[in-house]
């Protein structure tokens, strides 16, 4: 059974070991975007190492359970069993998760970050600039943001066109671009871990907000979100 594994990281080979049972689960979850089962193992099999092979039916198979056949059930009188605000705000955070998980750096925080850094000299932060510049440095090589920018840009430019065109940016200032849209994105994710304030137009299919002096809409559905994600995972992996 699916549950039976436990304790995962995404450097073992437990998956692979398990391969017949969780390459079904990841061909149920992206075969549709293979002309057949044949070409869906060639893509598998040609996937360059055993521990990526792993990763790739780990998180396949999660994405099947989490996001595409996964709802947030209750169990409350009066409440339907499925709310769908609810469900695709817990699928979203699925997908960014599995996004994140992807990463072969493993997370430090910054305080980690900067004292790891310390040389034969005496180390010191000497004003705001530096400290501003060292930040900059630590978001580029930890920040969740760089993972899911550098995780849609495997997906091809026309691609990433559609995706861009998700977001519309009104008023002055640099238009939507690849790394605006997955800062926004993770924005949504961090507004729930953070703030507990739900995805609500991934039903709508419409969100309006305003940052800086500009309107932002953003028009991405759950199910642009997880089409994006299913053609992500795949060029992630294709060696």
Known sequence: MFHKIKNSTTKD?????????????SY???????????????????????????????????????????????????????????????????IFSLIE????????????????RRTKERFLIEDRKALEVLYRSYKTKYGSTTKCISFFKKLSPGRQRDLVNKLQVHGHG???????????????????????EFVHHMSMGTSVSYKDGRMIVCTLSIADAMKFFEEGLIAYFHD
């Open 13 to 25: 080979q437990r998956y692979l070991m398990a391969k017949d049972k969780f390459l079904e689960y």
């Open 28 to 94: 149920e979850a992206i075969g549709n975007h293979f002309s057949s089962r044949d070409e869906f193992n060639a893509f598998f099999n040609r996937i360059s190492t055993d521990t990526r092979k792993s990763l790739f039916l780990r998180t396949a198979s999660f994405y099947l359970f989490l996001v595409k056949n996964g709802d947030w059930h209750i169990k409350v009188q009066g409440s339907d069993s499925v709310v769908e605000y609810l469900t695709n705000t817990y699928k979203y955070i699925s």
């Open 101 to 116: 998980s992807l990463s072969d750096d493993k997370y430090i925080d910054f305080y980690q970050f900067i004292t790891m």
């Open 174 to 196: 640099p238009t939507a671009s690849i790394e605006k849209l997955a800062k926004y994105l993770y924005d949504l994710r961090s507004r729930f871990v953070h703030e507990a």
